[in-house]
C-alpha cells in the first residue's frame, strides 16, 4: 500500500511512530512532500515552540534519509486543476497523484471527499482504520510497533503509561482495542 501520510499524522508522535513502525516492517511505503513536512514542523512550532520545531526538522530528516523514496514533489500545474472543500489540501491530493499512491492517511476526512479522490483512484483512510486493517493481516508487525512506541512514550515520560488510553488519545480507538485483548 502506497499511502501519503498527511501532516496532521505525523506530528502527534505516537501516532507517527506507529506509522512509520509500520512502514519500516514493509506494510506501507509512505509518501510525504517537503510541503506536507513543512507543515508538520510549523505546527510543531505553534504548539509547542521552538524546540519543539528543532525536533520535529531533526525527525524529517531521520525520515527522509530511512525513506528517501517516499519524498513527492507535486506538480504545481497539476494542482490547479484539482478541487478539495479544503484548497489548503489540494497539493495532499497532488502529492497522492504524483507518487502514484492509492491512499491518503488523514485524520481530516471530511477535507477528502471520497468522489473528488475516487477520480483520481485515491481514498482517503483514517489511521484507526488503516492500522487496524494492517493488524488484521498481520498482528505480529503491528504489536511489535505499538509495543515499541508504547515503550518510547513511557521512557519519554519517565513514568509508566497505560497502553489503552495512549491508543485513544492518539485517536486509534480500534487498534487499541485490538492489541488490548
Same mark, same amino acid.
Given at each position: ?44 512550532? /505553534? ?20 525513506f528517501p523514496e517516499a519524498m513527492t514533489a507535486a506538480d504545481p ?37 471520497? /468522489? ?27 504489536? /511489535? ?18 497502553? /489503552? ?17
Amino acid at each position: 500500500m502506497k499511502a501519503v501520510l498527511d501532516a496532521c499524522v505525523l506530528y502527534p508522535t505516537v501516532l507517527r511512530q506507529i506509522l512509520i513502525g509500520v512502514a519500516k516492517g514493509g506494510l506501507i511505503a509512505p509518501i510525504w512532500s517537503d510541503r506536507l513536512l513543512e507543515e508538520w514542523a510549523r505546527t510543531a512550532a /505553534r504548539r509547542g515552540g521552538a524546540g519543539e520545531e528543532a525536533e520535529a526538522r531533526g525527525q524529517i530528516a531521520v525520515l527522509n534519509a530511512q525513506f528517501p523514496e517516499a519524498m513527492t514533489a507535486a506538480d504545481p500545474g497539476a494542482e490547479a486543476a484539482l478541487w478539495l472543500p479544503d484548497a489548503g489540501d489540494v497539493h495532499v491530493l497532488a502529492t497522492a497523484i504524483a507518487a502514484g499512491a492509492d491512499r491518503i492517511v488523514t485524520l481530516n476526512l471530511k477535507d477528502f471527499p471520497r /468522489r473528488e479522490l475516487a477520480a483520481h483512484g485515491v481514498t482517503a483512510d483514517h489511521p484507526d482504520a488503516v492500522l487496524y486493517q494492517l493488524w488484521l493481516d498481520d498482528a505480529c508487525i503491528v504489536e /511489535r510497533v505499538v509495543a515499541d512506541a508504547h515503550r518510547a512514550f513511557e521512557a519519554a515520560q519517565g513514568a509508566p503509561a497505560d497502553l /489503552r488510553p495512549l491508543l485513544k488519545r492518539a485517536r486509534l480507538p480500534r487498534l487499541a482495542k485490538a492489541v488490548s485483548v
